[in-house]
């Protein structure tokens, strides 16, 4: 079995998922504030292109940014806009997914160290789709806040 068609393709469709529901949703969406406590799409898309950047940094074999402290990813200031955003996701994913197609068959089940922990490629791939899915969920509820129910993809 080929384990790399499988480890992109998986992130592929998480992809691809993911864009159509930040497409969905209306230019003001993407710094509302639901409730007080919960965080903007702007937020999330912050830490889906945090999460996307230093797996491939650890996948890669670059020594990764560490994580800030203090709770919850916030977008940064100015962040806001749709266009803006929609096109940061854009490219994370567009990195991440030209990272995996450098890498042969093999590599994809290599050891490697992610925090001093042994994983490999596609665990790591695993994953980025796995935080991709996870975080299309709040999206979609997001989008019920908003009285659309409609599936976008």
């Not at 940014?65 to 994913?93: L, M, N, Y």
């Not at 001093?116 to 994953?127: H, Q």
């Amino acid at each position: 079995m080929e384990i790399k068609p499988i480890a992109i393709g998986v992130v592929k469709s998480a992809v691809g998922v993911f864009t159509k529901d930040l497409e969905a949703l209306p230019e003001d969406a993407f710094s509302k504030d639901f409730g007080g406590k919960s965080r903007t799409v702007a937020d999330i898309v912050t830490e889906v292109n945090m999460v996307n950047d230093h797996i491939g940094m650890v996948i890669r074999g670059e020594t990764p940014f560490e994580w800030p402290d203090g709770g919850w990813i916030k977008a940064p200031e100015g962040f806001a806009c749709k266009e803006t955003i929609v096109t940061a996701f854009k490219e994370s994913t567009d990195k991440f997914l030209a990272t995996l197609e450098g890498f042969s068959e093999e590599q994809f089940m290599e050891s490697i160290l992610d925090d001093g922990s042994p994983t490999n490629r596609f665990e790591r791939c695993r994953f980025a789709a796995l935080h991709l899915w996870y975080h299309s969920g709040q999206l979609n509820f997001m989008q019920t806040l908003l009285g659309d129910d409609a599936w976008h993809w």
